[in-house]
T-cell receptor, first 114, second 115 residues
């Protein structure tokens, strides 16, 4: 079975540009999570969707960040405008149930904002 | 109260040795404690998990020990192999009920197993 799919795997962009990260969760999973990983802050939950509906976006750092889940098989995380401090690895994870421990992580997108 | 403190930050173990990583938590509402393994360039993958109604869980060479009164849990890797070299994260969640989706992660331990 295919796991969580993320694209692109690497993104380099200039400050001020819009960045869109994409995620395809595991088929049948009804919960989706976006995380950010940095050396300083570790793994941080940005937003959680259940059945395509955003449930908890308290981790989204600023209004420059937005996330959507138009259907059960696709989600996007958008940063507009991007800043150098947004440089990080962004992970998408999905789970079959809302119980946290069954989260399956994608390979991540390494974002570099210059 | 949401913190999970993990130590050490890095660990070097010889092949065949025992690797031990420790975590401590504060929130007594946590009742599920997973460990994740992350290889370079990959996402974290669930390795093993424990609930506080047991003091130990073993899966192959990996064992979680849990001390509820001390609010501590640890991962032991027996007969450590170079292929175990990765970053290990402990985590905690409520396991059920409101907010159970939220995993609180430790900062990670980079394990290097040398031949």
């Amino acid at each position: 079975d295919a796991g969580v799919i993320q694209s692109p795997r690497h993104e380099v962009t200039e400050m001020g540009q819009e960045v869109t990260l994409r995620c395809k969760p595991i088929s049948g999973h009804n919960s989706l999570f976006w995380y950010r990983q940095t050396m300083m802050r570790g793994l941080e939950l940005l937003i959680y969707f259940n059945n395509n509906v955003p449930i908890d976006d308290s981790g989204m750092p600023e209004d420059r960040f937005s996330a959507k889940m138009p259907n059960a098989s696709f989600s996007t995380l958008k940063i507009q405008p991007s800043e150098p401090r947004d440089s990080a690895v962004y992970f998408c994870a999905s789970s079959l149930r809302t119980v946290a421990y069954e989260q399956y992580f994608g390979p991540g997108t390494r974002l570099t904002v210059t | 109260q949401q913190q999970v403190k993990q130590s050490p930050q890095s660990l070097i173990v010889q092949k065949g040795g025992i690797s031990i990583i420790n975590c401590a938590y504060e929130n007594t509402a946590f009742d599920y404690f997973p460990w994740y393994q992350q290889f370079p360039g990959k996402g974290p993958a669930l390795l093993i998990a424990i609930r506080p109604d047991v003091s130990e869980k073993k899966e192959g060479r990996f064992t979680i020990s849990f001390n509820k009164s001390a609010k501590q849990f640890s991962l032991h890797i027996m007969d450590s192999q170079p292929g175990d070299s990765a970053t290990y994260f402990c985590a905690a969640s409520k396991g059920s009920g409101a907010g159970s989706y939220q995993l609180t992660f430790g900062k990670g331990t980079k394990l290097s197993v040398i031949p």
